[in-house]
């Protein structure tokens, strides 16, 4: 199409499958481009000749004869339109722009919290050096730099209990800051927690005098009202906080873009509670019931007004907990029931673009358990659907073996051998 000729030049080389290019053969009469694609190359300064990564081309054949190419939003597509290396992918879970810039090339989205912003990075003077970064703002924009348009930036509501006119104008302030392209809004579950309530987990021991499993209706599905209206208007959604199975099926009903399992703290409860126990079947001794309950307490599955629950109900509500993990079981003993819940869950779905982000890793066993899961028979299907997030120090431990150190001795050692015998012969 005359005026189009750069744009066009950027998309021909784009493979077609042999029942296409027959079509267009019989009916193609010129090529261009839409809008959208024309936008997208100069909102990021894309090469001559190339289309940026996070994007799929595609291409229509119009009714006067046009061969239309298109960009859609697609994280797991590089540059120019190449699927990425692995249908599973990888994201940072950082608001430290100097640690993700080690990454970036690798991962196809980041997320990060108001917590991770502020507590681990912007006060924080050993990683904010010299206080040069100053606010969100700031640390979003240059993240947004650093990981170019390939990657995602899914980025928490710094209150979702505010207004909702006032919850908007900060999802679309987010938008205009890193681009509607890479922007998914994190709406986390919201339980049995409100505008009035929260105050609570701010103040003294910050436990609520509400138990989780006893929300007000209107509380509990706040986050999935939250996240279909960000939807009407135009948003992605990351739907966080999701810690157990049945989380799933409901979380989906608000159309979100991705859901999450988080594995760290889950797993690592489940165990102590069933130690716990184990310790009292074994002794019969009421200490390790007491120890329970405030286990229990500490960790909120029971609130303020259960500090003096009977031994007996807190014995019953871990083993219920205990049993419907499975830890005890194949299933559940790595802790990702709930991972493997997720998948099937999503397969099913009428969602075919949502994916599954697993997150909260910690411990040499989390991320290798969950490498090995996605190999398994039942899940390996999936595997495309799932992203793996977790702090960049945390995946680079994955990135090495004692191995690596043993070869690279024996390579360092032959390299130095061979400068010295070079420079003997110079002389």
């Not at 267009?24 to 024309?38: H, K, W």
């Not at 706040?222 to 208007?233: D, I, K, M, T, W």
């Not at 002794?283 to 307490?297: C, E, K, N, Q």
Request: glycine share 6%; net charge negative.
């Amino acid at each position: 199409m005359r005026g189009q000729e750069a744009d066009v030049e950027r998309v021909l080389d784009h493979p077609l499958d042999a029942a296409a290019a027959g079509e267009l053969r019989r009916f193609a009469r010129c090529v261009g481009v839409s809008d959208e694609l024309a936008h997208v190359v100069r909102l990021f300064g894309t090469p001559p000749g190339h289309t940026p990564a996070g994007f799929r081309v595609r291409c229509e054949l119009e009714a006067d004869g046009t061969v239309r190419f298109d960009l859609r939003r697609d994280i797991s597509y590089d540059g120019d339109g190449a699927l990425r290396p692995t249908g599973q992918l990888f994201s940072v879970d950082s608001a430290n722009p100097y640690e993700i810039a080690g990454v970036a090339p690798l991962v196809a989205n980041l997320t990060c919290n108001p917590s991770i912003i502020w507590d681990l990075f912007l006060s924080d003077p050993n990683a904010n050096v010299g206080g040069v970064f100053k606010d969100r703002d700031e640390v979003m924009t240059e993240i947004a730099r650093i990981l170019g348009p390939g990657a995602d930036m899914s980025i928490e509501l710094e209150d979702p209990f505010d207004d909702v006119e006032r919850v908007l104008d900060e999802a679309e302030h987010l938008r205009e800051l890193v681009s509607d392209y890479r922007l998914v809004v994190k709406v986390p579950h919201t339980g049995p927690v409100n505008a009035g309530n929260a105050p609570q987990l701010l103040a003294g021991d910050g436990h609520l005098d509400v138990r989780y499993d006893e929300p007000a209706t209107g509380d509990a599905f706040r986050g999935h009202r939250l996240a279909l209206l960000l939807r009407e208007h135009g948003f992605r959604i990351n739907f966080t906080l999701m810690f157990e199975p049945y989380q799933a099926r409901l979380a989906l009903q608000a159309r979100p873009y991705f859901i999450n399992s988080f594995v760290r703290h889950r797993a690592f409860q489940s165990q102590r509670m069933a130690a716990l126990l184990d310790e009292h079947a074994t002794t019969g001794d009421d200490a390790p019931l007491v120890a329970l309950r405030g286990y229990l307490l500490d960790n909120d599955y029971l609130s303020t007004k259960d500090a003096g629950l009977d031994l007996a109900e807190c014995r019953r509500i871990a083993e219920r907990v205990v049993a419907y993990r499975r830890i005890r079981e194949p299933e559940g003993a790595d802790g990702l029931d709930h991972a493997r819940h997720n998948l099937r869950v999503l397969r099913d779905a009428n969602l075919p673009d949502t994916r599954l982000i697993i997150c909260s890793m910690e411990g040499d066993r989390n991320y290798p358990d969950i490498d090995r899961m996605l190999t398994e028979p039942d899940l390996a299907d999936m595997a495309h659907r799932v992203v793996i997030t977790a702090e960049p120090g945390y995946l680079a431990r994955f990135a090495s073996t004692n191995q690596v150190v043993s070869y690279q001795r024996r390579f360092l050692r032959a390299a130095a051998k061979t400068r010295d015998a070079r420079a003997a012969r110079s002389e």
